[in-house]
Structures are given as C-alpha cells and as structure tokens.
C-alpha cells in the first residue's frame, strides 16, 4: 500500500495501547491504517490494516514512519521526536492518549524530554506514564474521530 495515494493513518506501533480503537474507527471513515513496528512485536493486518515489521534496531520504526508518511496523513504516536518530524510534513499528530500535538507546542515537548532524559541519566526517576484505562481509551477513540471529522470538513 503506498501511503500518498489517500489520506491514511500511520501508527507507531510497538507500544500502541489503542489499536482496537484505531481500526474501529479507521472502518468508520473509510481509511486505511499502516501499522509499523519491530518484529519483536508481532502484529495482525486485518480489514483495512497494513502490518510493515521492521528490523529491532532502536528507531526503525520510527525512521520508517518519518520515511513515508505524505502530507495531511494521521500519525499515532507517544514519541515527540517522531510527532515533530510528521508535524514537520505537514501531517496531524494524535497520541495514544488522545493528546494532539501541534507546531506551537511541541519544541517545548521535545525540551521537557531532554530535561527529563538530563535528570534520569543523574539518577532521578520518575513513575512514568499512569496506566491506560477504559476510559482513556473512550476518550482517544473519541478524539481520533473527532480530528477525523474535523479533516474530513475541510476536504
């Protein structure tokens, strides 16, 4: 499947908590989903799903996403790097927690990351991310079909 033939949503898959919510929805707009991640996270195609594995090298990945996503696709992702690469052509960035990223915020992601990465290597960590519940799911499920909508009124 080339991605730049229609408007698709891409997802970083290895750590992608909500990719049941992703394809329901995805079903329901009418596009089709690119689920990449590292063969040491198997994942099934299924209707209107696209599964590319990558090798397990630490970003591939993501380096694969950044490679072939086009103008106006949907990227799926936690990580602020590749969130700015996508924003950086022109696609729309959604978290896994329903969160989405923009030009106006994500240089001050990307520093908050740094100075997270700063602490941790000092000796300071924190708890990390909270668990995903039924309710974040409802919610990013809620908001991926709302910024669906959103793009599909400006056509």
Do not use: W
């Amino acid at each position: 499947m080339s991605i730049s033939e229609t408007r698709s949503i891409v997802v970083d898959g290895d750590a992608c908590p909500v990719k049941k919510e992703i394809a329901e929805t995805a079903r329901q707009h009418g596009l089709p989903v690119l689920l990449v991640s590292s063969f040491d996270h198997r994942q099934e195609p299924g209707e209107g799903i696209t599964v590319i594995q990558v090798d397990r090298s630490d970003q591939s990945a993501d380096l694969y996403i950044a490679n072939h996503i086009c103008r106006g696709d949907v990227v799926v992702t936690q990580d602020y790097g590749l969130a700015a690469l996508a924003l950086s052509k022109s696609c729309y960035v959604i978290s896994f927690r329903g969160r989405t990223y923009s030009d106006q915020d994500i240089d001050f992601l990307l520093d908050t990351r740094y100075q997270k990465a700063k602490a941790r290597k000092s000796g300071h960590y924190g708890k990390g991310p909270r668990r995903l519940t039924e309710e974040d799911r409802k919610i990013f499920q809620h908001k991926l079909t709302k910024l669906l909508k959103a793009l599909q009124e400006n056509v």
